[in-house]
C-alpha cells in the first residue's frame, strides 16, 4: 500500500516551537501584570487558538476577551520567531525531502494561525498544501478530526491513505479520528494510547518504506 500523502502538525512536530509560543505568551501577559512559568504551557500544547485563549482568559483573569488575545498572541509569536529563528525537529527536512522525491504530496495541518504557519512555509515551499486553525470553523480545531479530513481534501486522497504526525494529545486525536494512520512523536506532553497509534522517538526514524509497511499492515 503505498502512501497518498503525508500530515504534519507544526508546532513540536516539526518545529520546536513551543518556545517561541512560550515567550510570547509571557511577553504579552507581563504587559497585564500577570507572570507565565515554566509548565504553564503544557495545558496549551495542541490546542486550538480559540480553546486555548479561552482558558488563558479565564485562569489569568485577564481584562480582555479570547478573541482579542489571539491576535496579540499570534503578533509576539510572529516577533519571537523573526527573532529567533524557527528550528527544526530532528528529521522533519528529511522526511519532507524524502516524500517529495518519492513524488508523495504533503501537507501542513496546524492550529497556528496563517500568519504564523506562513513562516514555516516560507522555509519549506515543498510542503503542498495548508490547513490552519483560523481556516476551519469555531469549534472544530483539534482534537476535531476536521482539519486533517480538510488536508485531504485539499490533496485529492483518501485520508485513510495517509500517514498523519503529531505530538500532543488533542492533535493526535484529531489525526486518528480522521482515519489516517497517526505517527506520535512525543516531545513535551504525554501521549493518549490509542488503538493502532504508532509511536516513535523521532522522525528521523522513519523513512517512506517504514511508513508503507505500517499502512499496509492495518489493512
Known amino acids: 500500500m503505498g502512501v497518498a500523502a503525508a500530515l504534519f502538525d507544526m508546532d513540536g512536530t516539526l518545529t ?4 517561541l509560543w512560550f515567550e510570547a505568551e509571557k ?32 485562569r489569568l483573569d485577564l481584562p480582555l476577551t479570547p478573541a482579542e488575545l489571539a491576535p496579540l498572541l499570534v503578533d509576539e509569536v510572529i516577533h519571537q520567531a523573526k527573532t529567533r529563528g524557527m528550528p527544526w525537529r530532528p528529521g522533519a527536512r528529511e522526511l519532507i525531502d524524502e516524500c517529495v522525491q518519492a513524488g508523495i504530496p504533503t501537507a501542513l495541518v496546524t492550529s497556528s ?8 512555509l516560507d522555509a519549506c515551499p515543498d510542503l ?35 500517514v498523519a504526525f503529531e505530538d500532543s494529545d488533542p492533535g493526535i486525536r484529531s489525526a ?23 509511536i516513535v522517538d523521532s522522525l528521523a526514524d522513519l523513512s517512506i518504506p517504514h511508513l508503507e509497511k505500517l499502512l499496509a499492515a492495518r489493512q
Open 16 to 19: 520546536d516551537s513551543e518556545i
Open 113 to 120: 494561525y496563517a500568519d504564523f504557519a506562513q513562516l514555516t
Open 176 to 198: 486518528h479520528a480522521s482515519g489516517a494512520l497517526t505517527v506520535a512523536i512525543p516531545f513535551q506532553v504525554p501521549i493518549p494510547p490509542l488503538d493502532g497509534l504508532v
Open 27 to 58: 511577553a504579552v501577559f507581563a504587559r497585564y501584570g500577570k507572570s507565565w512559568n515554566d509548565g504553564d504551557q503544557n495545558d496549551l500544547i495542541g490546542r486550538a487558538i480559540e480553546d486555548s485563549c479561552r482558558l488563558l482568559v479565564s
Open 128 to 162: 503542498t498544501v495548508a490547513v490552519t486553525g483560523d481556516e476551519v470553523p469555531a469549534g472544530r480545531g483539534k482534537p476535531d478530526p476536521l482539519p486533517y479530513r480538510l488536508a485531504a481534501e485539499k490533496l485529492g486522497v483518501d485520508i485513510r491513505d495517509c
